[in-house]
């Protein structure tokens, strides 16, 4: 079993809509929490973090963490089409600089 | 630009042979980091560096690969007697110590490595 679990996709969206993203987690001790959006043939870029559990909101995006069950999520509002790309959630331990990804979701958002 | 910067973008090479790249991180930034991608799968943490020390190594990092960051500026990896299966994105991110965890890994565009 992978540590960090993430549907491939493709997730194919109409414009407007609401988009969430998951990743599933086996390692409890995981603490910090990232997004990163990959588009095609470039390196990922940084959306969101959180630490630990809880929710977090930057503009379009929210970012969700539940410790718990050991499932974080993004959901991205009114979705564009700039927005089509690979998502990548990734984690890290406390202490450590490794982040662990996920293997990304492609997301298409049609016009 | 003042981003990580990865040289070369593309490297096709045939198997058996040595193959070197190069990444420049954001100026100022003391961690650097490699990570191996292939298509399809996310990221995966090869190795990095604190300044000119290279404080972590994945069990991914066989010997034929070596890293170096010989200022603590600019980084290269090397693959000897690349492989078919070394094909893959090789992305280099760089962070500063901030303090603030985490920091913020900024990704280079990659070098697409093909072994033929």
């Known amino acids: 079993q992978k540590e960090v679990e993430q549907d491939p996709g493709p997730l194919s969206v109409p414009e407007g809509a609401i988009v969430s993203l998951n990743c599933t987690y086996s390692?409890?001790?995981?603490?910090?929490f990232m997004w990163y959006r990959q588009y095609s043939r470039k390196g990922p870029e940084l959306l969101m973090y959180?630490?630990?559990?809880g929710n977090k909101e930057d503009g379009r995006f929210t970012a969700q963490v539940d410790k718990s069950s050991k499932y974080i999520s993004l959901f991205i509002r009114d979705s564009q089409p700039s927005d089509s790309a690979t998502y990548l959630c990734?984690?890290?331990?406390?202490?450590?600089?490794?982040?662990?990804f996920g293997t990304g979701t492609r997301l298409k958002v049609l016009a | 630009d003042t981003g990580v910067s990865q040289d070369p973008r593309h490297k096709i090479t045939k198997r058996g042979q040595n193959v070197t790249f190069r990444c420049d991180p954001i100026?100022?930034?003391?961690?650097l980091y490699w990570y191996r991608q292939t298509l399809g799968q996310g990221p995966e943490f090869l190795t990095y560096?604190?300044?000119?020390?290279?404080?972590?190594k994945s069990r991914l990092l066989s010997d034929r690969f070596s890293a170096e960051r010989p200022k603590g500026s600019f980084s290269t990896l090397e693959i000897q007697r690349t492989e078919q299966g070394d094909s893959a994105m090789y992305l280099c991110?760089?962070?500063?110590?901030?303090?603030?965890?985490?920091?913020?890994?900024?990704f280079g565009p990659g070098t697409r490595l093909t072994v033929l």
């Open positions: 991110a760089s962070t500063e110590t901030s303090g603030r965890v985490p920091d913020t890994q900024y």
């Open positions: 390692n409890s001790a995981f603490q910090y």
């Open positions: 959180t630490y630990s559990s």
């Open positions: 990734a984690m890290s331990l406390s202490g450590t600089y490794k982040y662990i």
């Open positions: 100026s100022e930034h003391n961690r």
């Open positions: 560096f604190q300044n000119e020390a290279q404080l972590e």
